[in-house]
């Protein structure tokens, strides 16, 4: 196989993680090559274990468990993720909320650990979800602990919408950064899934540089104004635990 069939091949991957369950027409958009081409992609990828048809929609294309075992293992040796889980099932007795750990991919939140909550009606998001910064609590509050060259160079390309409420005007956004900046939380109102609220916090690594965020996520109808400090300081306080212990697994020598 040759160099740009690789690059091809990992492009129609992910773009099945980003779409699933995809469709072939779906697919041939987002790479932006020939349905034949990505249907042999897909084939090769099915024979590898990596991808398989949607038993559920026919047509459609979806990750595998062994996909999923894969990315399970990468992270697994991930610090971040092994200083997050005991803070983290705290946050999740605490709240009784969703809470996720997503860290940094482009300008995207990648989604690398989700602790449900025991609630009928919560946030959902798949391990290995995608967020747009602007778009999420993670996303929102990795901005505001981030350099102002790279907030600048976030915001000066164009943004789409998740939803109706997300923000996109530029302008807007940095006003909601200086908020975040100045109570030490993101507040996110839908701007990611419609009737979920989501509350940011970034987690610091060495250098008090961010090296990921953690959310607390649920139904706008439990998440309201009234909680939002509540759950806000309860966040903080998982993140500042999170930087320690990261810093502690950062200095460790194997």
Known sequence: MSTQSVVTAMRVLEAVSDNQPAGLSELSREVDVPKATVLRMLRTLGELGWVAQSEVQAGKWVLTNHAFAVASRGSSGSSIRDASMGPL??????????????VPDGRFMLVIERLDTPHVLRAFLPLGSRLPMHASATGIAYLAASE???????LSVPMDAATPQTVVDPEALRRMIAETQARGFSINEQGLSIGITSI??????????????????GPSSRIVPGKFDEYGEAARGTAREISRALSAYSSRKY
């Open 89 to 102: 099932n705290g946050l999740q007795l605490d709240t009784t909320e969703t809470v996720h750990l997503a």
């Open 148 to 154: 102002e060259r790279f907030v600048s160079e976030y």
């Open 200 to 217: 940011g916090v970034a987690v610091l690594g060495p250098g008090q540089t961010p090296a990921g965020s953690i959310s607390i996520s």
